[in-house]
């Protein structure tokens, strides 16, 4: 019902912080830095203002999963590009596509320092079946939104008649 969905969406802000602490630990940051910087990213202004748009919250909580997966990708081995596949496809679920890309982006151009040249086909092997993975949800959720408000983007008046405050969650 409507507050087990409330839940998830809420679940998600202490997700994008346990995301980041373990994508800064992944690139060696220390505790206190690490748990600094998983507070600013969860708490930050962008994330709590993304609660009102909750596909972006969602895409938000595993952006850094996602750039933690194909950095492990560029350097590990099949077991790595299928994590970074499954990764992948969750993220691309949660159809905030702007922040996936950008967290792909940011996971491509951090795992370019990687001296191992095969890097570029585990990375973009592990994006391709991530793609394909996530492509049956993508459309059915395409058809199903397809011709209604929520494909045309909601207007500024319903966004801003629906938006709550992130303490009120």
Same mark, same amino acid.
């Given at each position: ?8 969406? /809420?679940? $998600?802000?202490p +997700? /994008? ?10 690139l =060696? ?8 910087? @998983? ?10 203002s993304t609660l ?5 919250? $969602?895409a ?8 933690l997966?194909?950095?492990?990708a560029?350097? =590990?081995?099949?077991r @790595?590009?299928a994590? /970074? ?6 993220? +691309?679920?949660?159809a905030?596509v ?5 967290a792909?982006l940011?996971?491509?151009?951090l795992?370019?320092s990687?001296?191992?040249g095969?890097r570029w ?8 079946l ?11 959720? #395409?058809?199903?939104? @397809? #011709?209604t408000?929520r @494909?045309? #983007? ?10 709550? $405050?992130?303490?009120s969650?």
């Open positions: 019902d409507e507050r087990g969905f409330s839940l998830l969406l /809420a679940l $998600h802000v +997700l /994008a912080a346990v995301a980041f602490f373990l994508l800064a630990r992944g =060696g940051v220390g505790l206190l830095g690490a748990g600094g910087g @998983a507070l600013a990213y969860a708490l930050g202004g962008f994330s709590l009102n748009l909750y596909v972006y919250a $969602h938000l909580a595993w952006a850094p999963l996602l750039v997966a194909l950095l492990r560029g350097s =590990g081995g099949p @790595a590009v994590l /970074a596949a499954v990764v992948t496809a969750i993220s +691309l679920s949660t905030g702007e922040i996936v890309l950008q792909a940011f996971g491509l151009v795992a370019s990687l001296g191992d095969r086909l585990r990375l973009l092997g592990g994006l391709t991530g793609v394909g993975l996530a492509a049956p949800v993508l459309l059915v959720m #395409g058809a199903v939104t @397809a #011709g408000e @494909a045309n #983007g909601f207007t500024a008046d319903v966004i801003l008649n629906q938006s709550v $405050h992130p303490f969650l």
